[in-house]
Structures are given as C-alpha cells and as structure tokens.
C-alpha cells in the first residue's frame, strides 16, 4: 500500500503561484509514476501533469503547460507541482495519484492510489 498526502493547496490571485506537495509512505515509490489532477465542482477529474518512476520525464495537460511544473524527490519521497500565472479556471480540488508502473498516464483509472486531495482556489 501506498499512502499519498497533499498539503500546500490555498487562496491566490490571479497571476500569482501556489506550490502543491505530495507526500508518498508506506512503501519505496521511486520507480512509480506519478501524477496530478484535479476536478472543479460539476467536472470530471481531469489530468494536469504527471512524472514518470526514476528520474523523472515529465508530461503536462495543454491548459497548464508552461505555467506549472512537477518535481520528485525520491529521496523524500515527495512529488511537487510549482504552479505559477494562476487563472481562475485552475480553481479545482487537486489530487496526487500514484501508479504501480514507471511509465505515465493521463487517464485517471490508470492510477492505483489517491490522495485526500487539497482545495486550491484563485480569484480574479
């Protein structure tokens, strides 16, 4: 099993920065890919970025390319997402999700373990 907790999640302005963090326990995650989503009220879960196992290839939705960035530190067992020029359409539950495999995905029942999922909130 795989335990997952966000933390980091808030109130921004529009154009500001948020950091979201994910934090992996209960057995060694380096080699699983990892990934974010998030879901805003009346809207399928949707994938923002992901990462794959080891070093880390990075992979991001086109609504949030260029602006954000997802990060792991196997050491720690964290995986970050670095939100930066925040729009109001990111406003959205965000959730971390973890694969049993290396390699990513976008889908969301490719994803075997979840987080509670942490609130971000950005107003105009």
């Known amino acids: 099993q795989l335990q997952l907790v966000e933390s980091g999640g808030g109130l921004a302005q529009a154009g500001g920065s948020l950091r979201l963090s994910c934090a992996a326990s209960?057995?060694?995650?380096?080699?699983?890919?990892m990934g974010w989503f998030r879901q805003a009220p009346g809207k399928e879960r949707e994938f923002v970025a992901g990462?794959?196992?080891?070093?880390?290839?990075?992979n991001y939705a086109d609504s949030v390319k260029g602006r954000f960035t997802i990060s792991r530190d196997n050491a720690k067992q964290t995986v970050s997402l670095q939100m930066d020029s925040l729009k109001p359409d990111d406003t959205a539950v965000y959730y971390c999700a973890a694969r049993t495999e290396y390699y990513l995905r976008t889908q969301v029942n490719a994803y075997d373990y979840w987080g509670q999922g942490t609130q971000v909130t950005v107003s105009s």
């Open positions: 209960g057995r060694t995650f380096s080699w699983n890919a």
């Open positions: 990462i794959t196992g080891g070093a880390g290839t990075a």
